[in-house]
């Protein structure tokens, strides 16, 4: 069985997130997607809220699975008997930064091995971020994120002002 972890913060779950998670899901056998609970950060959204937003949106893909976890990303593939960490790479901004963690990972754990996708075109500018900054002021997120989370983001920062229709 291959079994791969997608792990991330998740602070919410995009459309490019998901597009990473379809394509690594038919190509793995099981593809368990990690959520971070960094207690260094402050999410927007808690580790319970985004694993539900996430099992949720990914409802339709029977070889998902969500979970949160802590510590070192290696040590969750451990745990879940996964050999292949899932990452996407949206654009070159994203290259060093991820080399750097799959190199630190690969020397962490000799079992875990790094398998990138590069992002949907469409999907390439888009961040979880850059989505909360938009619907901070009061933006319309629906083409970066699932209707169902967009209207958790906008409920969560009280901007659900002009965009109820379309999401
Ligand atoms: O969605 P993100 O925030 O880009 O995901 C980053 C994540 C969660 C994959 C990364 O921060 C991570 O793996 N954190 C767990 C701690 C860890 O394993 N650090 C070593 C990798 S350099």
Redesign the pocket.
Known sequence: MKRAVY????DPVTKGHLDIIERAAAVADELVVGV?N?NEKTPLFSVEERVNMLKDVTSHIPNVRVEAFS?????FCKKCEASFLV?GLRAVTDFEYEL??AQ??RS?ERGVDTLFFTTELNYAYIS?TIVKEVAFYGGDISGFVPPQVAKHVYAKIGTAKNHEDGV
């Open positions: 792990p991330g913060s998740f971070l960094n510590g070192l990303s290696v040590e990452r750097q963690m630190t990972n962490l979880s």
